[in-house]
């Protein structure tokens, strides 16, 4: 009897041990709990803000951009690489990150966000946008909506050098090396093998040089209207010289076609 009554002593005891041990193993949600770095999932599918160390990993991040831009107005993929790359910093700069400012555009007619910064001048006022693909398209439309550039699109594509050139002719820049800067820099990343010559694009730029009329009907907004054009909003109200986001049912709006 006796020998009976210790087996179930010792059984009760090594269960409620596991139970225990059990109990301890479990996590509470609730609390705070140190995860080892190693052990986090990656969350850069979920940051907001592009992210990039160096160089290389701005271009990685934006030559497909640039590419897309070149296809619709034109513009050497490299050149327009190359100008990001050396006016934002490699998107380290200040307008980079606080305004999405990536060319140093200045604000001109400009009757968006803004942002003031030094640089020819003290506090010289530049236009602020809502994320850089805005900055990459506004480069675009900078360069073919200004008559000064229009004999930057005489050259191919591929002339990454003569583009470089035409730009200081143009008066992009005052800095008297800076064709030589943009060069050294597509020559240094290899930029040019983001480079096409397709006649399908000169035709597609006279394309974008046609103003069709859109008649604002009930449910437009200037957001609705910028997606279905490919266009921004800012660039709608820059054409159609609003003071406001604010349309009437019958108003013509000029759109620029892509």
């Known amino acids: 009897m006796k020998r009976i009554l210790l087996?179930?002593?010792v059984l009760f005891f090594f269960s409620s041990c596991g139970a225990r041990k059990r109990v301890r193993s479990s996590v509470n949600l609730n609390s705070s709990v140190n995860i080892p770095i190693s052990k986090i999932p990656n969350s850069s599918s979920v940051i907001s803000k592009p992210n990039y160390n160096s160089t290389d990993q701005y271009i990685t991040f934006f030559k497909s951009k640039a590419i897309h831009e070149m296809k619709l107005y034109g513009i050497p993929a490299s050149i327009t690489l190359a100008q990001g790359i050396l006016e934002s910093g490699s998107g380290k700069g200040r307008l980079a990150r606080e305004a999405n400012n990536h060319f140093g555009i200045k604000c001109h007619d400009w009757t968006g966000p803004r942002i003031y910064h030094d640089d020819d001048l003290s506090q010289e006022c530049f236009r602020?946008?809502?994320?850089?693909?805005?900055?990459?398209?506004?480069h675009s439309l900078f360069l073919i909506n200004r008559k000064r550039y229009s004999n930057l699109?005489?050259?191919?594509?591929?002339?990454?050098?003569?583009?470089?050139?035409?730009?200081?002719?143009?008066?992009?820049?005052?800095?008297?090396?800076?064709?030589?800067?943009?060069?050294?820099?597509?020559?240094?990343?290899?930029?040019?093998?983001?480079?096409?010559y397709d006649t399908k694009i000169k035709n597609n730029i006279q394309m974008t040089k046609k103003y069709i009329?859109?008649?604002?009907?009930?449910?437009?907004?200037?957001?609705?209207?910028?997606?279905?054009?490919?266009t921004t909003v800012e660039y709608l109200k820059l054409v159609n010289k609003l003071n406001s986001?604010?349309?009437?049912?019958?108003?013509?709006?000029?759109?620029i076609s892509n």
């Open 213 to 230: 009329n859109h008649k604002v009907k009930k449910g437009d907004t200037l957001y609705s209207i910028s997606k279905f054009y490919n």
């Open 7 to 9: 087996f179930f002593l």
């Open 153 to 196: 699109f005489k050259y191919k594509s591929t002339d990454y050098k003569a583009w470089a050139k035409g730009l200081k002719k143009a008066g992009y820049a005052t800095d008297p090396k800076y064709p030589q800067k943009i060069i050294s820099i597509i020559e240094r990343y290899k930029l040019n093998r983001y480079d096409i």
């Open 128 to 138: 602020k946008y809502n994320d850089p693909n805005e900055s990459y398209r506004d």
């Open 245 to 255: 986001n604010e349309l009437s049912i019958g108003q013509t709006l000029i759109i």
